[in-house]
Structures are given as structure tokens and as C-alpha cells.
């Protein structure tokens, strides 16, 4: 009952941004930011036509915001945006169903520029995997950069493969009545690997916290004289990652779980 008692409210904030009459169903969930803004997507009729979007419901406000418009329905299972909602991140799963040529579903992630003065074609940013994927932006704007510099990071997560940090840099061209324009040139540069293999992992939106758990190798010593013995199994360990906004990401937690 309260998740339809949500999708009425939606779809009533939907109609008040226009006079035409607005069916918007399939609601889902796919991803929260730090300020407790929530992503969803969802379809819509209007003028006999079906449209697919993806969007984001401010709590504080009440408000819900178009992101952007698809002209096809993607089974889009995971999403992040930027602060300033300029650059989105997002996470496909393809199906054998969709697709012919697949044998097992597959993963494929995606960056959307947001700004009105580009075309808005989703880039690729590695190929498809048969591993889960999760994106998600960092938030925190940083300061070490010049003011017509924005620097943001994404996470990038490749189940039981790797954890990468990606840096999406806009460059702001002028200035109009107070207005800044930024711009995206598509490039990302060569990520940076912050986490070798892990089992499993999850992210603190509201502490900007990456909890993860991966196999450690135990640290052996031996006295003068004794036998060297055959290495022990490698023992489970949950990690923290804190993301700062000027400094490095640290580690704060590492415990041994057995």
C-alpha cells in the first residue's frame, strides 16, 4: 500500500509540471545520494506515445526532477548523478531475451552528459560484463582545483574483480548574468584501482563510506630454528573506505572476520 500510495503522489507532481494529462507507471528505485534524493525511472503516456525516464525525487523539497528522456525502455537496475546533476551514471542489464547474441545476462554501464548544449549520447564506459556493476558518484565538491575546474569521482564496482575511482572533469567557459556554463568533453582518464578482488561490498550514500569485504593473507613469523610451516588460508576481512572532499580516501575500519 505505501508503495502505491507513492506512485500516486509521483504521478501527481508529474501532472502539476504540465497541462496535459500524464499516465506514469512502472515506477522503480535505483540508486540514493547523500542528501537523500532518491533515483527512479518510470514510464509515460502522453499523446499516445510511451516514454521512458529516469529522474530524481528530492525529499527536503518535494520535488521531482526529468533527468532524461530515453526513446526506448532500458532495464536500467542501478543509477548515480553528479551534485550539480550534470553527469549521469548508470547500469544496464542485458538479457538473452533482449538480445540474441547473449548467452547470460550481461552488465554494461553507462555516463550521460546532462547539459542542454550537448546531444546527450550515453558513453560506454567499459565493456559488458557477466559480473554485477555498480556506479556511484562521490559527493563533496572539492577545492583543490581552480573555481573554473569541477573535478568528480564515480566508483565503479565489478563484483569479485576490482573497485575503481573514476574522475569526470568539467571545464566552466563563462559566465552569463550570474550563470555559469559548464562543459564535459567526454574523456575519462585511466581510473585508479583502489580495491584487488572482493566478495562483497555496499555503500554509505550518507557517510561516504565504501564497507567491503575481501581475503587477507595471514602475516606469519617464525622464530630462529623453527620449521617453516605451509602458508594458512587466507581469512576474511571487512574493510571501510572513507572519501573525503580535499583529502585522500582512507582506510578506517579493517577487521578480521574469522
Not at 501532472?15 to 532518491?38: C, F, N, Y
Not at 556511484?136 to 573535478?151: A, E, F, L, N, T
Request: overall charge negative; some cysteine.
Amino acid at each position: 500500500m505505501a508503495a502505491q500510495n507513492l506512485a500516486v503522489k509521483l504521478c501527481g507532481i508529474l501532472q502539476t509540471q504540465t497541462d496535459e494529462e500524464v499516465t506514469a507507471k512502472e515506477w522503480r528505485l535505483i540508486g540514493q545520494e547523500q542528501d537523500g534524493s532518491q533515483m527512479l525511472t518510470w514510464t509515460s503516456s502522453q499523446r499516445n506515445n510511451t516514454y521512458f525516464h529516469i529522474g530524481v525525487y528530492i525529499n527536503k523539497t518535494k520535488s521531482l526532477s526529468i533527468l532524461h528522456t530515453f526513446d526506448k525502455k532500458l532495464n536500467i537496475i542501478q543509477a548515480s548523478v553528479n551534485a550539480s546533476q550534470s553527469l549521469l551514471v548508470y547500469v544496464v542489464k542485458l538479457l538473452p531475451t533482449d538480445n540474441e547474441n547473449i548467452e547470460e545476462p550481461l552488465y554494461v554501464p553507462y555516463l550521460l552528459s546532462l547539459l542542454f548544449d550537448k546531444e546527450n549520447v550515453p558513453l560506454q564506459i567499459e565493456e559488458p560484463s557477466s559480473k554485477q556493476l555498480m556506479v556511484q558518484y562521490i559527493y563533496g565538491k572539492s577545492h583543490k582545483y581552480s573555481p573554473g575546474v569541477r573535478d568528480d569521482r564515480f566508483l565503479l564496482l565489478r563484483h569479485l574483480q576490482y573497485i575503481k575511482i573514476y574522475r569526470t572533469t568539467m571545464l566552466c567557459n563563462d559566465q552569463y548574468g550570474g550563470t555559469e556554463e559548464w562543459s564535459f568533453n567526454g574523456e575519462l582518464p585511466v581510473p585508479e584501482v583502489i580495491v584487488n578482488v572482493f566478495s562483497w561490498a555496499q555503500w554509505d550514500c550518507i557517510n561516504q563510506v565504501l564497507y567491503y569485504i575481501h581475503y587477507r593473507q595471514p602475516v606469519l613469523s617464525y622464530a630462529e630454528g623453527e620449521e617453516v610451516k605451509s602458508p594458512c588460508e587466507a581469512s576474511p576481512v571487512l574493510s571501510a573506505l572513507q572519501f573525503h572532499t580535499d583529502l585522500p580516501h582512507e582506510t578506517v575500519v579493517s577487521i578480521k572476520l574469522v
